[in-house]
């Protein structure tokens, strides 16, 4: 197999991956195009390791270590997108988030948010 055509496919999956990082405005976008990009650099472990005359097969092992921490990092990314979208409603990369919770209209009238929560005495 020649090593040509899967360097080429990793060139345009790394290409569209970075595409969608630079050119995306929506977070879960911007992690796909990281996952592309992780792809690619799979593709690239695995034809290297493939190649016939190869020393090592660390291309193959390579690729789980890859992928294992691939599926670590969306989980991560997930949930601070998800914290993220509760927070400000939006997951929109480029708008600036809003750090007044219109809580000051309450403040000024003297009145209280907080539940008053009944403390439990200690048993003797």
């Not at 092992?61 to 949930?79: G, H, M, N, R, S």
Request: charged share 20%.
């Amino acid at each position: 197999m020649h090593l040509e055509l899967p360097a080429a496919l990793a060139a345009l999956l790394a290409g569209i991956g970075v595409y969608g990082i630079l050119a995306r405005r929506n977070a879960v976008l911007v992690l796909i195009g990281v996952e592309l990009v992780l792809n690619a650099a799979n593709l690239l472990l695995v034809t290297a390791g493939s190649r016939p005359g190869s020393p090592f097969s660390a291309g193959p092992v390579l690729t789980l270590f890859v992928i294992t921490i691939a599926a670590a990092e969306i989980t991560v990314a997930l949930a601070i997108i998800l914290v993220m979208f509760r927070r400000a409603g939006h997951i929109d990369l480029t708008r600036v988030p809003d750090t007044d919770d219109g809580d000051d209209a309450d403040d000024a009238k003297g009145t209280d948010d907080t539940e008053s929560v009944p403390v439990r005495e200690a048993a003797p």
